[in-house]
């Protein structure tokens, strides 16, 4: 028998399993972990959505199966919110497809689109189904950089003119998970001009478009004149409207890949839960103070977390949008790495972060930090990092304290 099937073999060792397996050892011990790895939202979902979940659900129809492609109040939900949003129109019935999650919709449009050996480009670092969704599928991937402006613009058109076969799509996630950086309608036009002119397809993945901290909310791809023509792009309710577990999520634009990832998608489930998607048809259509509410509540925890590890001797840039920062490991400590400063500082401090190689090898000099906790246990954390770094010289940890936090 094969030692590991064909696909498994593309996939690396899960990067974030170190440091997850010395995160579950410590709280085993009884050491209180402040958890800044996972962007898992630690808020309630808001009640009027919970209340129509609960109301959905005691009528015994909802129970059976629904319908892969969402069923039309929802799909019709999310072209509203897409009118008011962005001033963008989308039929409902041919530009829309509700997603387990963008992350199931963006792996299954892999599939449904790529042939083996397939050229695909892809932001280094990024999220990683970003990448290993298309590898999955039997693609490779070309990384670009992952910083909106010229030099993305550059790599784009040296991965044309060198790559083969040429590249058949491209993705772009602004804003950011894991950089935090923010894309112009600037940019998005230089991109979809760049992908019309190649005949490249664009999914853009927009799952965190509401949690900004400027004046001027994220723009869409798709209010570019003619994206339509080579875009698709992915939103979630996950952490909008902090309903993560919920895995609802949506692809809307170009109707020949809304065409692909519906026929995939019949062949593989039957939608989420109606009472899920009855719910949220109410997030979309119902009160919106809660998305703002939650937009301050992130706001305040970066507030918190930025200038006090700055304070600290931690400097990193302030994030204008995402739940996440993006931080420079110390210049001291970069030696060591991502997974071993990951290591280091959740046995030190007693915070966990996700190495930055878990979102590309470009990633490996930061770890991204997850604006999930309170801002009492945010201070609690920057008190941690402060007294580890005050506390440390140059050197790396000895072989017996690194084999202690993998343990």
């Known amino acids: 028998m094969a030692e590991e099937f064909h696909r498994i073999r593309r996939l690396p060792p899960y990067v974030f399993a170190e440091v997850n397996a010395a995160k579950a050892a410590a709280r085993a011990a009884g050491e209180d972990i402040i958890d800044l790895g996972m962007g898992n939202p630690d808020s309630a979902t808001p009640s009027h959505i919970v209340a129509k979940l609960v109301e959905t659900v005691q009528d015994p129809r909802s129970h059976r199966y629904s319908t892969s492609k969402g069923i039309p109040g929802l799909r019709r939900a999310l072209a509203g919110y897409y009118a008011r949003r962005f001033g963008v129109g989308l039929d409902p019935e041919t530009e829309v497809v509700a997603t387990l999650g963008s992350k199931e919709g963006l792996a299954n449009l892999a599939a449904a689109i790529t042939s083996p ?16 969704g298309f590898i999955i599928a039997g693609a490779s991937v070309r990384s670009i950089p992952a910083e909106p402006g010229d030099e993305m613009l550059a790599a784009l058109d040296r991965a044309v003119r060198h790559s083969v076969p040429k590249p058949t799509a491209l993705i772009v996630n602004f804003p950011s998970n894991p950089t935090a950086m923010l894309a112009d309608l600037d940019f998005y036009r230089a991109i979809v001009a760049f992908a ?6 664009i999914m853009s993945d927009l799952a965190y478009a509401e949690i900004y901290f400027g004046d001027k909310p994220p723009p869409s791809l798709l209010q570019v004149e003619g994206a339509k023509d080579i875009a698709v792009e992915f939103t979630s309710l996950s952490k909008t ?3 993560p577990g ?22 593989l489930d039957y939608g989420a839960f109606t009472p899920i998607q009855v719910a949220a048809t109410a997030a979309l ?6 998305v703002e509410a939650m937009r301050q509540l992130y706001r305040e925890r970066r507030d ?21 920062a993006w931080a420079p490991i110390p210049p001291r400590l970069a030696h060591l790495g991502s997974v071993e400063f990951s290591k280091l ?8 972060v996700a190495p930055g190689i878990g979102f590309g090898e470009h990633g ?12 009492q246990r945010l201070r609690q954390a920057v008190r941690n990092i402060r007294g580890f770094l005050q506390g440390r010289d140059n050197a790396a940890p000895s072989d017996t304290e690194t084999n202690t936090v993998a343990e």
């Open 364 to 375: 490996d000099g930061h770890v991204r930090i997850a604006l999930v906790e309170n801002t």
């Open 345 to 352: 500082l959740l046995a030190r401090a007693k915070v966990a």
């Open 304 to 324: 918190v977390l930025i200038p006090g590890l700055a304070a600290a001797g931690w400097e990193m840039p302030n994030p204008e949008g995402s739940m996440f």
């Open 196 to 201: 019309r002119r190649h005949e490249i397809w």
């Open 246 to 267: 919920w895995r609802m999520g949506f692809a809307a634009g170009n109707r020949e890949l809304i065409r692909a990832l519906t026929r995939m998608k019949s062949y």
């Open 117 to 132: 050996g397939d050229t695909i480009l892809v932001p280094n670092p990024s999220y990683p189904i970003h990448q290993f």
């Open 241 to 243: 409207y902090s309903m």
């Open 285 to 290: 259509n119902g009160p919106q103070d809660c």
